[in-house]
């Protein structure tokens, strides 16, 4: 099993900051990937980024460039930095690691005003 808990978000204007970190525990030695998904009210749970054990990244399309994912694997977190941040990236934002199975945190939420 492993349990995830995030941290950060909040509200922010248009063009503004946020990080949003996670901190694994449990069967780490298992995890894989590590990563964030997001769903905004009536859509579909999207990927936003996810980064392996080795430091390789994907992006979703609508964060690249934008978004950036690290990960300290010593410290078993994976950290999300949002810049120039829309309000269209307002949602539900998800830590999800894979060891195995997929496993979830409970999810923070992220306001973009304009």
């Known amino acids: 099993q492993v349990q995830l808990v995030e941290s950060g978000g909040g509200s922010v204007q248009a063009g503004g900051s946020l990080r949003l970190s996670c901190t694994a525990s449990?069967?780490?030695?298992?995890?894989?990937?590590m990563g964030w998904y997001r769903q905004a009210p009536g859509k579909q749970r999207e990927l936003v980024a996810r980064?392996?054990?080795?430091?390789?990244?994907v992006y979703g399309d609508s964060v690249e460039g934008r978004f950036t994912i690290s990960r300290d694997n010593a410290k078993n977190t994976v950290t999300l930095q949002m810049s120039s941040l829309k309000p269209e990236d307002t949602a539900v934002y998800y830590c999800?690691?894979?060891?195995?199975?997929?496993?979830w945190g409970k999810g923070i939420l992220v306001t973009v005003s304009s």
């Open positions: 999800s690691a894979f060891a195995s199975a997929n496993y």
């Open positions: 980064i392996t054990s080795g430091g390789s990244s």
């Open positions: 449990g069967s780490i030695f298992r995890i894989n990937l």
